[in-house]
């Protein structure tokens, strides 16, 4: 069942897509729905997606598909088109195909430095980052400024900004947000050993830590970077 929110952004998408054949922006989204940011819309289009709901086109910023209709809560089908469908989960047509759009920005929450040395404090913060929502899939995500060089090998340099999907979870050879300790966190690939947790840097100049299980808390995986030059 979807939220208010949710069926009101997915009515929304698909009756701007059957009357134009254009995803419509982030920008529009959001005035329509009243929500005061644009990660507000990213949030629900991750709903959705996770749902089964809606999809993103690859290699396009905003290119969403509606993949099915839903009638939650009894609310009225979310376009003219699913008003004749004989199912609320029945498939609709495919939109007319979307013109290449300019990439939409959202702003993520920016919760201070990590290091990519050794560990420190995670500093949380009320800043936020802009990232073109392409770079983004679903799930909620958030920002952290890498310090340090011990990811070098990795691609990951001081300064950079880590794109992190908030999870609680990873594989083995995932790069993960690690929070050590409960106060300390660290950019790290994660690896299990002899009933060990391995926090391997992408550096030879740098060894491996390792920790108790109960001492490492994953709280999110690389998902993407923003570097800035000056």
């Known amino acids: 069942m979807l939220t208010r929110k ?10 701007r897509l059957e009357d134009s054949g254009i995803s419509p922006s982030f920008e529009e989204m959001k005035e329509a729905l009243d929500l005061k940011s644009k990660s507000g819309v990213h949030r629900l289009i991750s709903a959705l997606e996770e749902r089964g709901f809606i999809r993103r086109l690859p290699n396009r910023a905003r290119a969403l598909e509606v993949i099915r209709d839903s009638d939650a809560g009894g609310a009225k089908p979310a376009s003219r088109a699913a008003a004749n469908a004989p199912s609320a989960l029945a498939p609709l047509r495919n939109p007319a195909p979307a013109r290449e759009p300019a990439n939409d920005v959202i702003e993520i929450p920016l919760h201070g430095r990590i290091a990519a040395g050794v560990p420190i404090e995670a500093l949380e ?6 990232v073109p929502a392409a770079l983004l899939g679903s799930g909620e995500h958030y920002a952290l400024e890498v310090s340090g060089d011990s990811m070098v090998e990795a691609g990951i340099l001081d300064g950079d900004y880590a794109l992190v999907r908030r999870t609680d979870t990873a594989r083995d050879g995932e790069i993960v947000v690690a929070l050590v300790r409960g106060e300390e966190a660290t950019l790290k690939y994660l690896r299990r050993e002899r009933g060990m947790v391995r926090l391997d840097p992408a550096n030879a100049a740098y060894d491996p830590q390792y920790y108790q299980p109960h001492e490492v808390q994953v709280q999110g995986k690389l998902a993407g970077l923003l570097r800035r030059y000056h």
């Open 6 to 15: 949710q069926h009101e952004l997915l009515t929304f998408i698909q009756t």
């Open 125 to 130: 913060g009320t800043s936020t980052l802009p």
